[in-house]
Structures are given as C-alpha cells and as structure tokens.
C-alpha cells in the first residue's frame, strides 16, 4: 500500500489543522493506521493509532484531549484532527499501515508502510 499524507501548515498556536493520509493499493480495511511524528533536531514519536474499524484508539499523553484520529474506509482515508496546538506540536507528521488490522501499536516498528510526511509548524 502506498501511503500520501496532506494537510500540514503554519498555524498559530490555539489552532487547528487536520492532517489526511491517503491510501493506494490494497484494501484499506486491511491495516491499522497510526500517525507519528519527528520533532525538529529529535526522534520520531508516537501520536495516535486506530484499529482497522476504529473500535480501538489510543493516544500518546501528549496528544490525548487535543487531537482526534479517526478513517473512512470507503475513502481509504485516515484523518488527524489536531486542536488547541502547541509550539511544541511542531514536527513533520508521519501516516504508517500495519498488516496487523486489530492493533493500535505506538511502536514505528510495527508498521510496515510510511507516507512522506507532512510538515505541521505552530507559532506562538
């Protein structure tokens, strides 16, 4: 599956954006989706995860009450609804596919397809 992720921007802290990431190839229903993302000068990180009928999510603490993931499989669409950012929400924000569909992983070495990434910059 090939993954393109869209949707990032300079946004002024308090705001919002919301990230997509669309999937090409086989059947999206077939992976987990989870979004990751790599802060300036530091390592990729977890932020979310949804199962492959979003009856399962979880959220990195960072993240929990501000961002919600959420798919449309008729779409082949996973979606990050990002509010009340922060500065420190400033990263290239990464999609990824697990073959696994019934599991919401935080681990990157888990997932087996990656979008290019989409850079998200909040101002303070």
């Known amino acids: 599956v090939q993954l393109q992720a869209s949707g990032g921007g300079l946004v002024q802290a308090g705001g919002s954006l919301r990230l997509s990431c669309v999937a090409s190839?086989?059947?999206?229903?077939?992976?987990?989706m989870g979004w990751f993302r790599q802060p300036p000068g530091k390592e990729r990180e977890f932020v979310s995860a949804?199962?492959?009928?979003?009856?399962?999510?979880v959220y990195s603490d960072s993240v929990k009450g501000r961002f919600t993931i959420s798919r449309d499989n008729a779409k082949k669409t996973a979606y990050l609804q990002m509010n009340s950012l922060k500065p420190e929400d400033t990263a290239v924000y990464y999609c990824?596919?697990?073959?696994?569909?019934?599991?919401?992983?935080?681990?990157?070495?888990?997932?087996?397809?990656w979008g290019q990434g989409t850079l998200v910059t909040v101002s303070s």
């Open positions: 190839g086989r059947p999206f229903g077939n992976y987990a």
């Open positions: 949804i199962n492959w009928i979003g009856t399962s999510i």
């Open positions: 990824a596919a697990s073959r696994s569909p019934y599991d919401t992983t935080n681990r990157f070495y888990d997932y087996d397809y």
